[in-house]
């Protein structure tokens, strides 16, 4: 049987809130994402118990999270910098149309090519490999038909499915977005092939029939 892995992006922030972009600025959630991740825990809860292995990204947003949405497995959940929002730069901070004033090429070329770097920052490939490389490390300690957990970021998540996937062309990059708390669900067969099977749905749109685990 296939692993199922459940990937949900955090909760919202202040900075989701004025659109500003985050990387790796430890910004916290709003009033209203703490809200937002209390409602929904206990639709989340039921799958914390069943997981096998919870992980987060280091940075707060998604450590609590992860905290609200699993509260009887906190001390289960293992944190990882690999899981962390692609890195922007002198972009973090701005927002897209301030970036756009200030380095509309820059911002052009990391839009739309993987391997363009945001300035002071990483590429989308740079973000992919090390969540590959925290994926190929991880892999060998999980069972068949196991459920795995990640809270991360709308970047580092859709790295982490393009690693899965490497055979997706990159302009669909821009179609894999992901809201706040949204939940996507992929399966990893022996062979480490990967088929989508829901993404960005909100967590109580997720039936226990989807969720084996």
Request: hydrophobic share 35%.
């Amino acid at each position: 049987m296939p692993v199922q892995l459940i990937m949900i992006r955090h909760g919202e922030t202040e900075w989701n809130q004025v659109g500003r972009w985050q990387g790796h600025q430890d910004v916290g959630l709003s009033d209203e994402g703490q809200r937002r991740i209390q409602q929904v825990a206990s639709v989340t809860v039921g799958w914390g118990s069943q997981a096998e292995h919870i992980y987060s990204s280091d940075l707060s947003r998604a450590y609590r999270t992860a905290r609200g949405l699993f509260p009887l497995q906190q001390s289960q959940i293992i944190r990882d910098a690999r899981l962390r929002e692609i890195h922007l730069g002198y972009w973090e901070g701005l927002t897209r149309e301030e970036i756009l004033e200030q380095d509309k090429d820059g911002f052009l070329s990391f839009d739309g090519k993987p391997e363009g770097p945001a300035p002071g920052g990483e590429t989308f490939n740079q973000c992919k490999n090390r969540v590959r490389e925290w994926w190929d490390e991880s892999w060998p300690t999980w069972r068949d038909d196991d459920c795995i957990i990640v809270v991360g970021h709308g970047g580092s998540l859709r790295a982490l499915l393009f690693a899965l996937i490497p055979e997706l062309p990159n302009p669909v990059r821009k179609h894999f977005t992901l809201e706040n708390l949204g939940v996507s669900l992929i399966e990893v067969n022996a062979s480490q092939h990967a088929s989508v099977r829901r993404w960005n749905v909100r967590p109580e749109w997720i039936g226990r029939e989807l969720i084996r685990c």
